[in-house]
T-cell receptor
Framework: ETGVTQTPRHLVMGMTNKKSLKCEQHLGHNAMYWYKQSAKKPLELMFVYNFKEQTENNSVPSRFSPECPNSSHLFLHLHTLQPEDSALYLC????????????FGEGSRLTVL | KNEVEQSPQNLTAQEGEFITINCSYSVGISALHWLQQHPGGGIVSLFMLSSGKKKHGRLIATINIQEKHSSLHITASHPRDSAVYIC???WGPGYFGNEKLTFGTGTRLTIIP
């Protein structure tokens, strides 16, 4: 099992669809993150969960809804997205309180038509 | 807010050349990450350092806290080193969470055989 697994790797959706991105980590970490990476822009932090509790919501529109049912799983629920939301969405995990080294998944490339 | 600048934005070199990528930041930090992103999108953490120098194989990372500057060096570069290299700084002394990470826009490295 790889450390951090994201599914699906590619997703195409219309603006009225509802879909979800899934992230699973097998590293025993207690912190999980969603990042957005748009073309030519730095990674942007979206959400942080520490010990399953959301500790950061970086002014993300409500059409993105995170869910963290346990410390190993993280979801990003998507609804009524806009074409400008097309980007690579990356999940990461770390052990809060330790060195803080981040472990990333392969990303989910989202295209909104 | 901490600003992170990387240079160069793009770098093309011949196989075997010594590569240097630079990262400068504007305020005090607790740690600096160097990350590697391959064309598929996945990100791998190369180094996390708060002082001095670290080496792993052909990769060397240095940081000068007084000058607020870090460099990533690649010796004997190879086409498989072609990737985007991203610098990220964690600001706030003694803080180990990753909420306060600021990312650079990355340096796209291409090594020609």
């Amino acid at each position: 099992e790889t450390g951090v697994t994201q599914t699906p790797r590619h997703l195409v959706m219309g603006m009225t669809n509802k879909k979800s991105l899934k992230c699973e980590q097998h590293l025993g970490h207690n912190a999980m993150y969603w990042y957005k990476q748009s073309a030519k822009k730095p990674l942007e932090l979206m959400f942080v969960y520490n010990f399953k509790e959301q500790t950061e919501n970086n002014s993300v529109p409500s059409r993105f809804s995170p869910e963290c049912p346990n410390s190993s799983h993280l979801f990003l629920h998507l609804h009524t997205l806009q074409p400008e939301d097309s980007a690579l969405y990356l999940c990461a995990s770390s052990q809060f309180g330790a060195t803080g080294e981040l472990f990333f998944g392969e990303g989910s490339r989202l295209t909104v038509l | 807010k901490n600003e992170v600048e990387q240079s160069p934005q793009n770098l093309t070199a011949q196989e075997g050349e010594f590569i240097t990528i630079n990262c400068s930041y504007s305020v005090g930090i607790s740690a600096l990450h160097w990350l590697q992103q391959h064309p598929g999108g996945g990100i791998v953490s190369l180094f996390m350092l708060s002082s001095g120098k670290k080496k792993h194989g052909r990769l060397i990372a240095t940081i000068n806290i007084q000058e607020k500057h870090s460099s990533l060096h690649i010796t004997a570069s190879h086409p498989r080193d072609s990737a985007v290299y991203i610098c990220a700084v964690r600001w706030g002394p003694g803080y180990f969470g990753n909420e306060k990470l600021t990312f650079g826009t990355g340096t796209r490295l291409t090594i020609i055989p």
